[in-house]
């Protein structure tokens, strides 16, 4: 079975620039969250969308944003990078049965802003 | 506020030994999960063991278990025979509403 699968690897953008990471879940999994790991630092929520819909937002601002397609993959969206957006970013895909909750990530992606 | 805590920036233990890696949260929502996970120099997130707010006993996973003290609000994880190669920082995680992970733990394993 194929794990949680993100692109690209890397990416390197400039300030003011627009950057698209992309993330496909476990087959069957139908919640995605994203996360952002700053170097040596410890992850911050950034979205979490589940069947469709987006059920939270972690604290940043609007520039960052995302959507899940009906296939369950997703896309977060970055509008005018910033030098402190180069991070580390993760994505998750869970799924739930009979009280059991199974959060699997991505290898990331390494975003470089300059 | 913080909701998870882990008190331990690092923490060394001898091959073979168990280890425990202390995480405390807070949350109102009487329905949440938490988490643990490895992060080993590669980056990659890996996934350990996983205890609901209503199950009733502690969740084991291999050598990992979860002590789980809900009225104190902890979830350490105890490896037990420890090896070298879980040497790596390792995650608390909460879900509530949300998702938050704490600082982290790094674990050096002597040989």
């Known amino acids: 079975e194929a794990g949680v699968t993100q692109s690209p690897t890397h990416l390197i953008k400039t300030r003011g620039q627009q950057a698209t990471l992309r993330c496909s879940p476990i087959?069957?999994?139908?919640?995605v969250y994203w996360y952002q790991q700053a170097l040596g630092l410890g992850l911050q929520f950034l979205l979490w969308y589940d069947e469709g819909e987006e059920r939270n937002r972690g604290n940043f601002p609007p520039r960052f944003s995302g959507r899940q397609f009906p296939n369950y993959s997703s896309e977060l969206n970055v509008n005018a990078l910033e030098l402190e957006d180069s991070a580390l970013y993760l994505c998750?895909?869970?799924?739930?049965?009979?009280?059991?909750?199974?959060?699997?990530f991505g290898p990331g992606t390494r975003l470089l802003v300059l | 506020a913080q909701k998870i805590t882990q008190t331990q920036p690092g923490m060394f233990v001898q091959e073979k030994e168990a280890v425990t890696l202390d995480c405390t949260y807070d949350t109102s929502d009487p329905s949440y999960g938490l988490f643990w996970y490895k992060q080993p120099s590669s980056g990659e997130m890996i996934f350990l063991i996983y205890q609901g707010s209503y199950d009733q006993q502690n969740a084991t996973e291999g050598r990992y278990s979860l002590n789980f003290q809900k009225a104190r609000k902890s979830a350490n994880l105890v490896i037990s025979a420890s090896q070298l190669g879980d040497s790596a920082m390792y995650f608390c995680a909460m879900r509530d509403n949300d998702m938050r992970f704490g600082a982290g733990t790094r674990l050096t394993v002597k040989p």
């Open positions: 087959s069957g999994h139908t919640s």
């Open positions: 998750a895909s869970s799924f739930r049965d009979r009280g059991q909750e199974t959060q699997y």
